[in-house]
């Protein structure tokens, strides 16, 4: 699977995402989605996410696999 698998079916507003961190775009399939809270993250999504240095660090410590 990819990095996201573990993530894929969720909505962005389940998933934990460190305070100080926001998920400012996601990638599918060729196409960029401004995401929303209701999002649901599908396998193969990668996910840019802006932040505060050390939410960004937790953010790594949690899923390391896909730091990219």
Known sequence: GSPTAPLAGKALREIEIPEGSLVALIGRRGRSIVPR????????????????????????????????
């Open 37 to 68: 809270g209701r999002t649901v993250l599908e396998e193969r999504d990668r996910l840019t996410v802006i932040g505060e240095p050390d939410s960004l660090r937790k953010l790594d410590e949690r899923f390391p696999e896909s730091t990219a």
